[in-house]
Structure formats: C-alpha cells, structure tokens
C-alpha cells in the first residue's frame, strides 16, 4: 500500500528525525507507528546515521502490530524487522537474524540486557507510560545501557494516566534526567506537596502552585503532541452507562463486606496494598462474585450478566467486544454467552474479518496497539478499571481512525458501589493528562520548543 502522509504526519516524522530525544505524545489512531518507521527508515538508510534499532513494545504489539505496519506499507519494503518475542530459542534465533529494527517486548528487556552485548544506537519506547515506574526491573534494565544509545524516542498517547508524578520516569528514561532530575526525592520536593498521609507516612502528594506549568516548560523542547480529533475525522462516539441493581439481601452482602475490611484496616496504618485489596474486593462483588482467602469462588449476584445479555441480544447480531477484569468475570461470561478471547494473532484477524460475533479481551494484555476497529463498533466494559491508560487505550481499538460506524461504549455499573466512584476518578484523572497534552500540544507549521 502506497502511504501518502498527512500534514501532521511529516511533522512528527520531522521532529524524530531532528531531535536525539523525542518524546511523542501521540493519541489513539495518528499512526505513530508507521510514522516511527518511516523516520527509522530515513535515519537508517538515507542518513545513516542510526545503525541498529531495538523497539520495545506490549507484547501483542511487538508481535503483531509493528510486523504488520512493516510490511503494510510500500515505501518500508526495504527495512528489515527481525520479531523477538516467544521461548529462549526463539528469541536467540531473532536476535541472530540479520534485521535493521529488533522488535521486542517490554518484559524480555531485562534478559536481552543481561545476556547480550549492547550494539542498538537508537531505542523506541512503544507506550512510555509503561516506564512510569522508575523502581521496575525493566527501567533498570534499560537505565543501565542508555548512555551506550544515541537516540532516543518514546511514544505514548497517555503520558500521565495517574497524574503528574508518572513524568518523572518517563522523561528521565529519555534524558537521563537532564529536565525533571535525575532523582525522585527531588523532583518531589521541586513540584509537590505532601496530600494523603498518616503522620510520617506519606501516601500520595499534590501539585504545588505553579509546577503543572513549570513541569511542561522543563519538557516542551522534546515533547510533542497532538489529539485525534484535532487531525482525524474521527467517528461519532457515544457513551452509555446501563445501571443495575441488586436486590435487598445482595447489597447487603456488599456492605457488610465493606464494613468489616474497613474495619479491619482502620487498626491500623492503611496502605496502597491493603486498599487496593479493598478496592478489588469490592470491585470483584460488584461484578457478581468474589474471592475467598483461598481463592475460591464465591457467586453472590448475577446483576451484570443479565445486563450484557441483554446488550448482546440487543446488538442483533452485530459484533460485540466486552472487556473483563477479574477471571471468575470471564467465566461467568463464558458460562452465558458463547465468546471467543482474542489472545492470538489469528484470534485478531478472525474479529477484523466480520468473523466472531462476541469476543471478549482483558484490557492490560490487549488494550494497547491492536487495530481492531474492522470488527466491530460496539464495546461492552463489564468490570471498570482505575486505569485511566488502560481504559482509554481499550476503548481506541474500535474508536480510531478507519472506523465505519458510530463506536457506542457500554459501561455497567453497579448502582450503590465502587464503580460509581471509579467512573468518576476515570473523569477526574483525565484532567491533568489533557493539562499536560494541551500545554505540549504541537502546532502544524509552528515551534513547540516555546522559542
């Protein structure tokens, strides 16, 4: 296929090629990666300036996504993509294949550096947000080699899914901490304030006055960034939230629940370990079951399942896409309605083809990456997430570019319980991330360094 790049695509292309570090916050369905390649390909084989690239990507995107974007277009046909995902051995045989651009995923990159020579002199970071964390096996990894690469870009298009915090690493896997610092503790006393704590213990901070601004104006010379509705005529979305109830006896299951582990906890300092807990208990009951201590099962309600059949039914055949959370969520699914996972590279191009009228995914191993919006428009979210990123990134598999039809997203909440709150911290968090996105955004044909 002939590509035939957008405005907005040449400019992007234009700023990875002349910026050692880039950062590029680009939303769901800009194509970043074929601009990604397109700009590998001119660094590699026009300029010369750039000799072997590592890609470091989500699983299914290392595997699919970026081979299959590879080989798309016409004007790639000269770049050579070796995949190295799969056993010890095939990941040694991909290694060993003559390739210009390595394409791995995110958690074989501490063995890659732990058992090769280190000879890649540009990395890409397909969604940087999953270098937030800069006490994670794989920031280390990549911390330890980074002054051996030359350039640098990470791609993303949720910079900051759980606030302002999450720059830190991510910026600092880039730069090496030439912008926000090279520590945390300082970045912290820089630009925030202690919030939530227990007397000396400290479990979230806030903001200062002013840093939002100032954290942006640290960045804004190698970050860039742009929406999708800002450049794509993108299809129509509708939101839909279909509330159930349950009855007398099932809701006081749920508050007694929430009453003793709350109590429980209150003896005590509460951490972000035992409220999650609480959070996922809660959560797990809201869908209809919830874990025991050993792990068994225990069926409290069915309120959600008869919602989503009669979503299903009232769908009339079109193809239906539910996103689960928890397990025992994906077989109460599987023990109503007749689904199929998209887990494989087949299951994928079986739902682009019109060919599975229900699937079901689970967002934190499907959510970034895949093009799935050749299957089908409606998305039905059985069990919610706190995860901004990964609620967004799930919903753009059917809300993108190339997409038909209106893209219709379901919500089913349980009316008295957590996932009331959670819809609406899904809102709230949203607030800084599109603070951070407009302050960067680019401009076609202007600067976005602030010069």
Partial sequence: MKYEAHDYQKYVEKFILEHPVAAVFLDMGLGKTVITLTAIRELMLERFEVSKVLVIAPLRVARDTWPNEASKWNHLGDLRLSVVV??????????????????????????????????????????????????????????????????????????????????????????????????ITGFRERYFLPDKRNQMVVFSYKPKVGAEAAIYDKVSDICISMKSTDYLKMPELINNVVEVRMNENEQKV????????????????????????????????????????????????????????????????????????????????????????????????????????????????????????????????????????????????LWRQGQKETVVIHHIVTKGTIDERVIKALKNKNITQASLIDAVKAQIGGRCDGR
């Avoid at 006490?135 to 640098?152: G, I």
């Avoid at 035992?274 to 874990?291: C, E, I, P, R």
């Avoid at 023990?335 to 682009?352: A, C, F, G, P, T």
Wanted: net charge neutral.
């Fill in 86 to 183: 799969g056993t010890d051995c095939q990941r040694k045989a991909a290694l060993k294949t003559e390739a210009d651009v390595y394409v791995i995923n995110r958690e074989n990159l501490e063995w890659l550096v732990e058992n090769y020579r280190w000879d890649f002199d540009m990395v890409v970071i397909d969604e940087l947000s999953s270098f937030k964390n800069g006490r994670s096996k794989r920031f280390r990894a990549l911390k330890q080699v980074r002054p051996l690469v030359k350039k640098m870009v990470g791609l993303t298009g949720t910079p900051s899914p759980n606030g302002l915090m999450d720059l830190w690493a991510e910026i600092g896997i880039l730069d090496m901490g030439q912008r926000l610092g090279r520590f």
């Fill in 254 to 397: 749920y508050e007694t629940l929430k009453k003793e582990m709350v109590l429980e906890l209150s003896g005590g300092e509460i951490d972000a370990k035992n409220a999650g807990g609480l959070s996922n208990k809660l959560l797990q009951l809201a869908n209809g079951s919830v874990y025991d201590d050993r792990g068994k099962v225990i069926h409290i309600h069915d309120r959600k399942v008869e919602a989503l059949e009669d979503l299903v039914e009232a769908a009339n055949g079109k193809p239906v896409l539910i996103a689960y959370w928890f397990k025992h969520d994906l077989a109460t699914i599987k023990k109503n309605l007749q689904v199929r996972e998209l887990k494989s590279s087949q299951d994928i191009k079986d739902w682009n083809a019109g060919n599975i009228p229900v699937a079901v995914i689970h967002p934190a191993s499907a959510g970034h990456g895949l093009n799935l919006q050749s299957g089908g428009s409606a998305l039905i979210w059985y069990g919610l997430t706190w995860s901004l990123e990964l609620y967004q990134q799930t919903n753009a598999r």
